[in-house]
């Protein structure tokens, strides 16, 4: 059996390595299409771009590492089948359990390597690749500024004609959109002849300094038909110092939640931690909110409010005690408090949601440390199956089934973490529930491979119908 064993790890194996090289691969190209626009026409060196793609593949492996399972699985089952392998094993009185055995005893120390991985590796790349962008900044800061095209840094969006020096540092033919405020588009141009950028390793700001330029400004008037007269505003400079905060640099990032929020960057025991200190904290902000509310709502001591109360005489028209004005001054204090309260409400409950968001997030990353090592045991208890059902080995049908099973296990998985972090399942659920729903696809696949059953029964679907059409059309005897 020893000799067997040997056997089917060293298939499985080997189609395993193949399959996981060649969907890295893939994958890898696809972050440097999402990331091109911070690689492409920055003058980055060799080492620089293989750092920056170092960093980010250990991302990738949550979803190159389950599909590699699934596919490979698959294959080798699906090939051994195709060949008879399967079938000289039976009549040796080797089961398709027992084939599994050694392959099983693999995958769970695959599945167990996979946690340590997304527990320790993965954080602390995601650290190093969030750093590594933010040192390119700080080191060069240049980099970040592309010639002969508008770079979006913070709130500016900076053009130069060419890049000279060392480092790049030195700038020619300026210019430089300033974002509003107000979100409502540029209306601010700087134009400069020649600049210098400055950085320094230890601080997070990068200046700019800006020599002989002019400085526009778009004038809003109080009345738009103003406009015509007053069209901008134009001043000189011989020097022009613009001070850019490090943060906004290197910001083009199709997740930015990831950047936003540090879980990605947490192992198990500091999102414990961290968990405890948000749920602790939202529970503090819940409790003051209700304490302020109840104090801000109370009226103030009247008299005959007083007395009545006293008396247990209480008319129901409480207004009917007071005059005219007294119900006016009263109506307009009720109205007052009850927009206050409703504005400061409203408030909270946003603040309180982002809390719950971000306590959400925490959560699914918890999770996700698990589900990984969990995606990779349930991908092989239904790649190995369905192989050994479907009887087909090689790159076309295989292929097919397990992009269908991994696409429907990763919108599953997508849809559950989007509703969970609004609130609308608990994090528990969203991240698992694409391991719940595909969990019974592996026990039923499982049971009709070693049972010898085909994928589909059409004999149990077909059996209705013939009742029927025995009943329509009887036999004539």
């Known amino acids: 059996m020893k000799i067997l064993d040997k056997y089917l790890l060293k298939t499985f194996l080997t189609t395993f390595t193949t399959v996981f090289v060649i969907l890295f691969f893939i994958f890898i190209l696809q972050t440097v299409w999402l990331f091109i626009a911070e690689l492409a026409g920055k003058d980055l060196d060799f080492m620089m771009v293989i750092k920056f793609l170092g960093f980010s593949m250990p991302r990738i492996i949550p979803l190159v590492l389950p599909l590699s399972v699934l596919l490979a699985s698959i294959m080798t089952f699906g090939d051994l089948s195709e060949n008879y392998e399967l079938a000289a094993m039976k009549s040796a009185g080797v ?206 001591k009247d008299n005959k409010v007083q007395q009545l109360k006293k008396s247990k005489k209480l008319p129901n028209n409480i207004l009917s005690l007071y005059n005219n004005d007294q119900k006016s001054k009263i109506l307009d204090l009720a109205i007052s408090n009850l927009a206050s309260t409703k504005y400061s409400i409203d408030a909270s409950n946003t603040e309180f949601k982002n809390k719950r968001k971000n306590i959400n997030n925490h959560l699914l990353a918890f999770y996700d440390k698990f589900v990984i090592s969990f995606a990779c045991f349930l991908m092989f208890f239904i790649g190995a199956p369905l192989g050994a059902i479907i009887r087909k080995g090689g790159l076309g049908l295989p292929i097919i089934f397990a992009v269908l099973i991994f696409i429907s296990f990763h919108f599953i998985n997508t849809f559950g973490k989007r509703i969970s972090q609004e609130d609308g399942l608990t994090p528990f659920l969203g991240a698992w529930m694409s391991s719940i729903i595909l969990s019974p696809l592996a026990v039923l696949l499982s049971y009709r491979a070693t049972n010898d059953i085909g994928l589909i029964n059409l004999d149990v679907i077909l059996a209705p119908f013939q009742k029927i059409i025995q009943k329509i059309f009887p036999s004539q005897n």
């Open 95 to 300: 089961s398709l359990k027992r084939a599994m055995k050694s392959l099983t005893i693999f995958i769970l120390l695959l599945s167990i390597i996979a946690f340590f991985f997304a527990n320790n590796v993965i954080p602390f790349a995601e650290f190093k690749f969030i750093n590594f962008r933010k040192n390119i900044a700080q080191a060069k800061p240049a980099l970040a500024i592309a010639e002969g095209q508008f770079s979006d840094v913070g709130f500016y969006n900076i053009k130069v004609n060419k890049k000279s020096g060392e480092n790049g540092n030195f700038l020619t033919g300026i210019t430089i959109h300033k974002k509003s405020n107000l979100g409502d588009g540029s209306k601010t141009v700087i134009k400069a002849k020649n600049g210098e950028l400055i950085s320094n390793d230890k601080s997070n700001i990068l200046k700019l300094v800006l020599n002989d330029g002019y400085y526009y400004e778009d004038i809003i008037p109080k009345k738009f038909e103003d406009r015509g007269k007053m069209p901008f505003a134009k001043s000189s400079f011989k020097k022009y110092v613009i001070n850019i905060d490090l943060s906004k640099l290197n910001q083009v990032d199709v997740n930015d939640q990831s950047i936003a929020n540090t879980n990605t960057m947490l192992t198990v025991s500091e999102l414990n931690y961290t968990l405890d200190s948000l749920h602790k904290n939202l529970k503090t902000d819940v409790i003051s909110f209700s304490e302020n509310m109840n104090q801000r709502i109370a009226f103030p």
